[in-house]
């Protein structure tokens, strides 16, 4: 079964440093994608970036960036230069490729990040 | 100009009660979702639709039916309400999947908060 582990619940980030938000996934499929999404308080949810299991550059997108460790099974998000309203909840997620799953997301638990002024 | 919407933002009803939540898009995609956050902020998908299709019943009671009158329009009708049912539920849409397409975003609605009493 596909699994997403994000193993810190709450992150601190100092205003304009880097942070590193963790996200280790489980799947025996060899094509599948992976994405991360950020839930600020007023609880959207919103598409940050995405990597695919057969991209070999890592993803960028603006200040994000996806560490992606294929052999480690890890996709982590780094968030260059954080900024106050860089705090919210963030998600990693996979995608099921599965055709009869009609490709579905499977979520990790989150991972709380505040950034200190 | 708004992706996905759902009706209505906030819901506050007694245990027992029958309520429905609807979700459009208007970005032409052609597979739509319902996930379900609860307290803890975990999400986990509910259904999926495909072209009006149901693909996905992840073990949701049946007291949950999603109907698809089109494949703009994904609504959820809740029956006989329980107090665990309270939650934040997001509707979401994408492209149709094709086999060894790993991207296709999820864009989500902005949730509804339902809260059992």
């Known amino acids: 079964a596909q699994k997403i582990t994000q193993t810190q619940p709450g992150m601190f980030v100092q205003e304009k440093e880097a942070v590193t938000l963790d996200c280790t996934y489980d799947t025996s499929d060899q094509s599948y994608g992976l994405f991360w999404y950020k839930q600020p308080s007023s609880g959207e949810m919103i598409f940050l970036i995405y990597?695919?299991?057969?991209?070999?550059q890592n993803a960028t997108e603006g200040r994000y960036s996806l560490n992606f460790q294929k052999a480690r099974k890890s996709a982590n998000l780094v968030i260059s230069a954080s900024q106050l309203g860089d705090s919210a909840m963030y998600f990693c997620a996979m995608r099921d490729q599965t055709y009869n799953q009609g490709g579905k997301l499977i979520f990790g638990q989150g991972t709380e990040l505040s950034v200190k002024p | 100009d708004t992706a996905v919407s759902q009706t209505p933002k906030y819901l506050v009803t007694q245990m027992g009660n029958d309520k429905s939540i609807k979700c459009e898009q208007n970005l032409g995609h052609d597979t739509m979702y319902w996930y379900k956050q609860d307290s803890k902020k975990f999400l986990k998908i509910m259904f999926s639709?495909?072209?009006?299709?149901?693909?996905i019943n992840e073990t949701v009671p049946n007291r949950f039916s999603p109907k698809s009158p089109d494949k703009a329009h994904l609504n959820l009708h809740i029956n006989s309400l329980e107090l665990g049912d309270s939650a934040v539920y997001f509707c979401?849409?994408?492209?149709?999947?094709?086999?060894?397409?790993?991207?296709?975003?999820?864009?989500f609605g902005p949730g509804t908060r339902l809260t059992v009493l």
């Open positions: 990597q695919g299991s057969y991209d070999e």
């Open positions: 639709y495909n072209n009006k299709e149901l693909i």
């Open positions: 979401a849409s994408s492209q149709d999947l094709s086999r060894g397409s790993s991207y296709n975003e999820q864009f």
